[in-house]
């Protein structure tokens, strides 16, 4: 890693002293919602198992990567969802890992329903620092001799409404302002992992039998930074394939598309185009995912669901 590059990573790591968005960053949230929402989970009428992989920032090393699994399903004859995520967040040499468990509760109304979620998990937090190259001679320093480890127990919790053609949800993905490092090593105003809170929602208008437009939004808020805005609409033609675009607030514009592969099996695609004072440095960033849903009764038609 350059010097330059080392920057970038310090200035990253030191949350306490410049707080910004450090959930990982999703441009495909509206085609996975349990990944910001654990009260999404088991809405469905079948099981689903989303893996999602996301590759920031192509031409700047270091830059972070992103990969996720989330599985999710009603318990049959109950109002209720029980679910799993896994995530791996990788920015230079900084590593956060991490499991939750998930769980739903609906209340059924007449025309839609509205589900409350918790989660809970534990997340392993790793700094390589004894990777990192100081000086072009590797120069030695027993601040950066060794590797840095933390596991924090953390929660969740949230909301979401949803009816046949729109949903509304909100969401706080983590409860606790863990220390993300050891306090030994920054005493003054340690690392955390702030208190993040999101707010999505979507609406489903059917244009004619042929074509549907669904415009979407996620505002995302954490101390410190300022509040981001997701703004997104995604044509559907035949339910079978989505083209959409998004403008993220001072961030980026994404174009991105879903493909109905079989009854089964859908996959989508999304590329950030960096509009700030980034953009000819950093290049793009490429968002990949697979999405299985699984019925319980193959003979019974599933509605389609839009989110």
């Known amino acids: 890693m350059r010097k330059t590059h080392i920057i970038f990573f310090i200035c990253l790591l030191l949350s306490g002293f410049a707080q910004a968005q450090q959930d990982p960053m999703y441009s495909m949230y509206m085609f996975n919602p349990m990944a910001v929402n654990p009260a999404y989970t088991g809405t469905l009428d079948q099981m689903q198992v989303i893996a999602l992989y996301r590759r920031q920032w192509i031409d700047f090393p270091?830059?972070?990567?992103?990969?996720?699994?989330?599985?999710?399903?009603?318990?049959?004859?109950?109002?209720?969802?029980?679910?799993?995520?896994?995530?791996?967040?990788?920015?230079?040499?900084?590593?956060?890992?991490?499991?939750?468990?998930?769980?739903?509760?609906?209340?059924?109304?007449?025309?839609?329903?509205?589900?409350?979620?918790?989660?809970?998990?534990?997340?392993?937090?790793?700094?390589?620092?004894?990777?990192?190259?100081?000086?072009?001679?590797?120069?030695?320093?027993?601040?950066?001799?060794?590797?840095?480890?933390?596991?924090?127990?953390?929660?969740?919790?949230?909301?979401?409404?949803?009816?046949?053609?729109?949903?509304?949800?909100?969401?706080?993905?983590?409860?606790?302002?863990?220390?993300?490092?050891?306090?030994?090593?920054f005493s003054t105003d340690p690392a955390r992992l702030r208190t993040h809170y999101n707010l999505t929602g979507g609406y489903v208008f059917t244009l004619n039998p042929t074509f549907k437009l669904k415009p979407s939004a996620m505002i995302k808020a954490v101390t410190g930074a300022p509040v981001q805005i997701d703004l997104n609409a995604n044509l559907y033609w035949l339910d079978i394939v989505a083209i959409g675009a998004s403008y993220r607030s001072g961030n980026a514009l994404v174009w991105l598309a879903e493909v109905q592969a079989n009854q089964f099996l859908r996959i989508g695609y999304a590329f950030d185009q960096t509009v700030n004072g980034l953009r000819g440095s950093v290049g793009g960033s490429h968002e990949i995912m697979v999405r299985c849903d699984m019925g319980f009764n193959k003979n019974k038609t599933v509605t389609p669901r839009y989110f």
């Open 62 to 185: 270091g830059a972070p990567q992103t990969g996720t699994i989330t599985f999710h399903g009603p318990v049959r004859n109950e109002n209720m969802g029980l679910g799993l995520s896994l995530i791996t967040d990788r920015v230079g040499e900084m590593n956060t890992s991490g499991i939750m468990g998930t769980y739903a509760y609906q209340l059924r109304f007449k025309k839609s329903r509205l589900a409350f979620g918790l989660q809970a998990g534990v997340r392993n937090f790793r700094i390589n620092l004894n990777e990192i190259l100081l000086s072009p001679d590797n120069a030695y320093d027993e601040s950066f001799a060794n590797a840095v480890s933390q596991w924090n127990l953390n929660f969740g919790t949230g909301v979401f409404w949803y009816g046949k053609n729109g949903y509304l949800g909100f969401s706080i993905p983590h409860m606790r302002n863990t220390i993300l490092a050891d306090k030994d090593l």
